[in-house]
């Protein structure tokens, strides 16, 4: 058993793994000498164990113990280099555009330095008296390499600890179940999180996937185990099939087609300095990356997969069409047409012949001729036959035919959706019939966009519009009370924590980032216990020292509509101050950045909020494992006078990492409500190399959209209306608890609201 893979799943829901039953714990044991020392590292770090856990401590080696320390230590980055370019950097240095300037030009035309006084830094670059004061710097002011390192960190400084909690064998089994069977695609950390416990626990029989994304990651598992023909259990339909063939080929679990990774390679690697331009190169990359070449296994496999599809031909060939330039060369490459001829594979023969001679009808193509003839009846009858298409073009339908005849039928097929349908559209249906809302969609890149409203909303008044937001509250809420009074339960009481009300409901927020530290659904709300809040990012671990320029950034919205912000360009601004602009790396153990924000000076100055902004600059997406985040405390955190570091695990608020399957170039990873003194967090990519790149209203309208999200309070209080339960103060005295600890897990959450309401 790995326990070090457990312990580091584990700590993403702010729990100790430990392989000990929890009847053996005695719960009136003597801490040890041991387990003294180790609750000491976990308050410098900024945590502390309930009563449970302490006690079952004491049952485990000291080498356990240090095994646990090392995975915070990893999670955190403790061993890595925290310094930033600028010592003691909360008082400005006082250089200017002046300083580079002048210092470019002696270095750019000036071959030889005699007569100009001044100073050759190790990198080369001679910087002349009177520009840079060279002693506040780490590295080199101009070109922003670091010349001094340092594995210190501050401990100890945080004035709230996070509670953690025992995580048995038991508990980690039921993670993992919980992610397997969750009704609702996985995020990054969820994801990562199934991967590792996919390599500890076994698959069980005939196990219950319900989102082609999870199955993808359990065929690959059965793949690399010689167990393809068990992955043929899990792939259903054609596009199954392609989906993880094309996972395969680019890494990620969603079917983004070769045009769409073209485009976006293309913009990831444009950069504003012309000569470092290699969009062009970065096209024709791509475009030789996903050339497709399969060696006769994998073919072999294909064919047995596509062979086994319990589809008619006709069906599998409707499912194959929206996809068809995709099939058209993927059945090429894994010469499908030769494997068609052999003896055992009919039913692949017949699905190719009707798919070159196009000898079906498509669902989707009999809607679109309907709803052109304005044959309303015809179309609703369609929609009726695919719930979740109905559901997901449910407001087009209601401005074009009406809203009484088409909640009239949907209401038919309400019951038989998955309650994460019914709530996104309570969600998103009042932003959705304002004509003065812009919506803000995320497409499968990633970066989010915002769209125009509806033009058929001009048709209708104001009461009209709001009347269709009240119907589909209405109606949504009704099939979910009718859900949670359809399930049988033996419980009188429940306990709903306080800060779920704080929490929106995690539906079409999928976030790309993976959390070590702590998981929390996008939304979350941070209260601010101090007067600063303290950004920070680190970049480069693991990879040789090189040019790697990244860039932490914020953006401060002021009430007169004007915009400040504080980035590599503008060290200085009001109520935020920025530690020095590093463009290189150092050797394996990466650099960090920050920038310190003064919520006194942000209020003086009547700040509505600040948005928090990481960028690549150089030309490429964000660094793989690079790490951002927030401290926050209500005691002074330190600077170093000597190195500059400014990092200290306890304070951490939130902290997210970058994933590998990242696809933005720019990331809103926060957004502090001045006024109300809270962080929101929240994940918005965005293609730009500077937060000048960011657009203001997306920020706007994503907040908005999480704000009129239902919290997951709001979804108890259903439950316990629906299932006459009593509302208790603690969870002691309740028959069912729902704590802020049992919401670290968004698996665990969808288990109570995404399912089948009818079967």
Sequence with gaps: MDKKTLTNVALRYRAVFLDLNREDINMHSEITVPVAAFIQLLNEN???ANEELLHALNSVSPYRLAVIAECINEVFGLDLNWVPLVKEWNVPTGETAADHLITFIVNQFFTTKTGFKGTTLPCGHFIPEGTFPLERYNGCPFCGTPFK?????YKGQGSKLKELRLFTIEDMEHLFSSLLTSATPLDATQQDSLKLLLRVFPLPENPNITMKETAMLVVRMLVEQDMADEASKL???????????WFEKTGYVQLIEPRTLVAHARKLYFHLWGPLDRGMDATKEMKNKLMLKYDRKTCRCAARWMNAIPLTAKQAAENMNPKRGMWVRMIHALRLGEYSRKKGFEHLAEILDVFYKQDYTTWQGRVDKARIANDADKTLALLKERPGFFARCLFASML???SDKTLAAFNEIADKLPARLLLSLGNAAEIYFDPKEERIVRPITGVMKTIEPNKLLALYSEEARKAMVEEVNNLYKASITRSFAAQKTTSKTLYIDPSLYNIPISVGDRATTIQDASCALMGTRFPVEGDAVRLFMQWGKGLPEQHLDMDLSCRIALSNGF???CSYFNLTCVGAKHSGDIQHIPNMVGTAEYIELSLPELEKANAQYVAFTCNAYSYGALSPNLVVGWMDSANPMKISEETGVAYDPSCVQHMVRI?????????????????KREIIWLEMPFTSQTVRGLDSASIEALLHKLGAKLSIGQLLDIKAQAQHLTKVETPDEADEAYTYEWALNPAEVTKLLYREVAQ
């Design 659 to 675: 994933s590998e399957g990242n696809l933005s170039k720019g990331l809103v990873f926060g957004v502090l409500d001045v006024a």
């Design 149 to 153: 390192t340092a594995n210190f960190v």
């Design 235 to 245: 792939l259903k339909t054609p596009n199954d099939v392609l989906r993880y063939l």
């Design 563 to 565: 915009v400040e912000e």
């Design 46 to 48: 900024g945590f502390c």
């Design 400 to 402: 074009r035919f009406g």
